[in-house]
């Protein structure tokens, strides 16, 4: 296996538990103690009620496709055996937007609202990220 040479997350305080969990293939989320809101992406003040108390939760990794783009061209050479893929908003079932990949499909099948879940991709040994596919049939 070669070695994975684009661009990968660096954790912080906040956002550390988020990349953790997305390494065990489980998706979490803050949920303000305050006002009960989950919050993307995780920050330590809820953006809503302004509260510094929160939770990590287990959500479901479903969600629709809220707006996307087909990148044709690639930001950087990188990126240039991948093209043409899609770089979409996603809201969540449990309200957030995640910027991610809609992967599974030809990126000619993606739709505005189409239903996605979580899938994992393993890209080194200490990073995983989210990206969605479109839901399994009968999974709604």
């Known amino acids: 296996m070669s070695e994975y040479q684009k661009p990968i997350p660096e954790p912080d305080f906040d956002s550390l538990r ?17 006002c009960q809101r989950f919050r ?16 990590w939760e287990p959500v ?13 061209r690639p ?3 990188e990126f240039a055996a991948d093209v043409p893929y899609v770089v979409a908003l996603v809201e969540l079932a449990e309200g957030p937007r995640m910027t991610s990949n809609v992967v599974g499909c030809s ?11 979580v899938t994992f991709d393993d890209v ?17």
């Open 124 to 140: 080194t040994p200490y990073c995983t990220l989210p990206r969605f596919r479109p839901l399994a049939e009968g999974g709604r």
């Open 107 to 117: 990126p000619r099948e993606v739709r505005i609202g189409m239903p996605v879940e």
């Open 18 to 34: 988020f990349w953790e969990e997305c390494r065990n293939h489980h998706l979490v989320l803050q949920r303000c103690g305050q």
């Open 40 to 55: 993307y992406f995780p920050r330590a003040i809820c953006p809503t009620c302004m509260s510094d108390q929160y939770e």
């Open 75 to 77: 930001p950087s050479p």
């Open 60 to 72: 479901s990794g479903r969600g629709s496709v809220y707006t996307y783009s087909v990148v044709e």
